[in-house]
């Protein structure tokens, strides 16, 4: 059965991390991978989740299955945190929540529940999007499809084209957007931009769904759902698959969640019971130990504050790092304009750098890029700035 198989190619983005921590050069710089790390280039844990865990090691007394669909109390929070406190489509039972093991897990239980319970067969994803999207959605059996998004000559939205390509979509597909901090682009539509998509969808009819992998991360934990709020307003039907592995640093605990929303209580109920037998056929029920930490501290709002303020210093430091890699680029002597990068989201860049220049700031000088030119700017630091920029004006020029 197995000898035949033909080894599979790396992942284009872990992959690089084997090559990375292989390599032996002291100044080396990983701007790879897609976590977020400190001054110190840590990933930390963050002290509230510390806080949490503690309260946890001393108060949970089972290690019962949860239930399906996870813990109650974390689904509650994780829809009010999306769709706001006081969110009228939660008043009306319009919600449903299931926990999930990250938001890759959110997005192959939506993958599966489409293809297997619903009738749409196509989704469309953006050009360029996160390349695990193509991956997930394929191996459910959905036809990916692409819509344009990126002019690399402008390093902007290309509005025109994207809004050229959403219309030529039909209902009855679905169409994935990032709700912020685009992957692996860094550029978000502007508010008036979220409202044009949304009315589109509208009136076309096609199923929105959302990636959320990366909320607070772009500008706030409100501003950053903007899009998806307009969405969840004007839709009958919207999906969307969220993270906690960015803005709690729960990566390896795998804390996500899939949330539906559908145009009365019965029609949410109906199609949640469906989500659950996708669920059950998977992988039972979700993990509790991540989804317990998030719960605890955003249902107690003193740990909310201190988490809310953990994660504006993550955002702030990333927001710090792009502009002062714009300034020391400028600085060096490079013969390209940069300032798109300070004005983008998250934690990823497109950097306009071709694959040759990544290739030499590899092998010359121990400089980590994806090959399509995404850096991560988490991974700049106020130590490894002068040089990082100075390689690129090298590989440049
Ligand atoms: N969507 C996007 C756009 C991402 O960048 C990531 C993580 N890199 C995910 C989803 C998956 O997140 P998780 O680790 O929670 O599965």
Redesign the pocket.
């Known amino acids: 059965m197995f000898e035949n198989l033909a080894a599979a190619p790396a992942d284009p983005?872990l992959g690089l991390a084997d090559v990375y921590n292989a390599d032996e050069r002291i100044n080396k710089i990983n701007l790879c991978v897609?976590i977020y790390k400190d001054e110190n280039m840590v990933t930390p844990i963050l002290a509230c989740v510390k806080k949490a865990e503690s309260f946890l090691l001393e108060n949970e007394h089972s290690k019962a299955y949860l239930p399906i669909e996870g813990l109650a109390k974390f689904n509650l929070a994780t829809q009010k945190l999306i769709l706001g406190e006081d969110s009228p489509l939660i008043n009306d039972l319009r919600v449903k929540t299931a926990q999930t093991?990250?938001?890759?897990?959110?997005?192959r239980v939506m993958a599966d529940f489409l293809v297997r319970r619903t009738k749409v067969r196509r989704i469309w994803v953006s050009n360029p999007?996160?390349p695990?999207?193509q991956s997930v959605f394929q191996t459910a059996g959905l036809e990916v499809r692409e819509y344009r998004y990126y002019n690399a000559q402008t390093h902007d939205l290309d509005f025109d084209a994207l809004i050229e390509d959403l219309n030529q979509i039909s209902a009855g597909e679905a169409v994935l957007f990032?709700g912020c901090?685009?992957?692996p682009t860094g550029i978000d539509p502007t508010p008036e931009q979220w409202q044009i998509i949304a009315d589109l969808a509208k009136q076309k009819g096609w199923l929105p769904v959302f990636?959320?992998?990366?909320q607070g991360f772009g500008q706030g934990l409100e501003e950053d759902v903007f899009g998806i709020r307009l969405f969840a307003q004007s839709q009958p039907e919207l999906l969307i698959?969220s993270?906690?592995?960015?803005n709690f640093g729960l990566?390896n605990e795998?804390?996500?969640a899939l949330t539906l929303i559908a145009e009365n209580a019965d029609i949410a109920d109906r199609a949640f019971s469906q989500v659950k037998t996708i669920i059950r056929a998977n992988y039972s029920n979700p993990p509790s130990h991540g989804a317990n930490i998030v719960a605890h501290i955003l249902t107690n709002p003193e740990m909310k504050e201190e988490w809310i303020d953990e994660l504006t210093t993550m955002r702030q430091r990333i927001h710090r790092m792009r502009q002062l890699f714009v300034k020391t680029l400028q600085d060096k002597g490079a013969n390209q304009d940069f300032s798109f990068i300070a004005k983008q989201n998250g934690m990823?860049s497109f950097s306009g750098l071709t694959e040759q220049q990544v290739m030499a700031l590899r092998n010359e000088y121990g400089i980590y890029i994806v090959k399509s030119g995404r850096l991560n700017v988490a991974g700049m630091t106020l130590d490894n700035m002068s040089l990082l920029c100075e390689s690129i004006v090298k590989v440049l020029s």
Request: net charge positive; with cysteine; charged share 10%.
């Open positions: 983005i897609g093991p990250g938001g890759t897990g959110a997005l999007t996160w695990n999207h990032h901090c685009h992957n990636d959320l992998a990366y698959a993270s906690y592995s960015k990566y795998r804390v996500g990823f």
